[in-house]
């Protein structure tokens, strides 16, 4: 079974401060995801990286997945109250299915 | 166009009763996956169904079934709960692969077994 760790699993910050999360593993992954999940809603999907030492941007959003392909981060540049929730991190368990890591839960208070 | 539906969103049940939770993949998504999530546990996976046929199950116990009706809509149903069945449960849906198209999730049916 491949396990994706997370952490921290939980960030409480002030408004304006940066932050990144992380999510490792020992395996390696074809893919990476990440999803936010807001209190009472599903996640919602923000990114997919596939290339070893990719990065992607997403507004103030900024994933990066290792070059050896078993870690990822999240890095968010000045953090809004908007940017809080459940933030997981999910890898392939097979063609059709993934796994995910149990999150990093961050709190951006005003 | 219209997200993935779940119904109920919220269920109480007691103990040795069994409940059937309801979800409606995006129009044209053929595979739809159920999730387990429970804030010691996270997202744990239960089972995929891809045009009618279960193509991947989780390690959940026989209790958790499902299905998938011609139309994409999907069922899954708890037989005997137990408390600890007590979880928000998350269906997804995806054009054909997780792995290759992302999931959309539904916003989750919240089971409350007493």
């Known amino acids: 079974t491949q396990l994706l760790e997370q952490s921290p699993q939980f960030l409480s910050i002030q408004e304006g401060e940066n932050l990144t999360v992380y999510c490792n593993s020992s395996?390696?992954?074809?893919?990476l995801q990440w999803y936010r999940q807001e209190p009472g809603e599903g996640p919602v999907l923000l990114v997919t990286v596939v290339t070893g030492g990719e990065v992607k941007k997403l507004k103030r959003l900024t994933f990066q997945f290792g070059d050896a392909r078993k870690d990822s981060s999240l890095h968010i540049t000045a953090a809004q109250p908007g940017d809080t929730g459940l933030y997981l991190c999910?890898?392939?368990?097979?063609?059709?299915?993934?796994?995910f890591g149990k999150g990093t839960m961050l709190l951006v208070s005003p | 166009k219209a997200g993935v539906t779940q119904t109920p969103r919220y269920l109480i049940k007691t103990r040795g009763q069994q409940v059937t939770l309801s979800c409606s993949p995006i129009?044209?998504?053929?595979?739809v996956s159920w999730y387990q999530q429970t804030p010691g546990q996270g997202l744990q996976f239960l089972f995929e169904?891809?045009?009618?046929?279960?193509?991947n199950k989780g390690n959940f116990p026989g209790r958790f079934s499902g299905r998938q009706f011609s139309n994409s809509r999907s069922e899954m149903n708890v037989s005997t709960l137990e408390l600890g069945d007590s979880a928000l449960y998350l269906c997804a849906s995806s054009l054909e692969s997780a792995f290759r198209h992302g999931y959309t999730f539904g916003s989750g049916t919240r089971l409350t077994v007493v």
């Open positions: 169904y891809f045009s009618e046929t279960q193509r």
């Open positions: 129009s044209g998504h053929r595979s």
């Open positions: 999910a890898g392939e368990a097979g063609y059709s299915t993934l796994t």
């Open positions: 395996s390696v992954f074809s893919s």
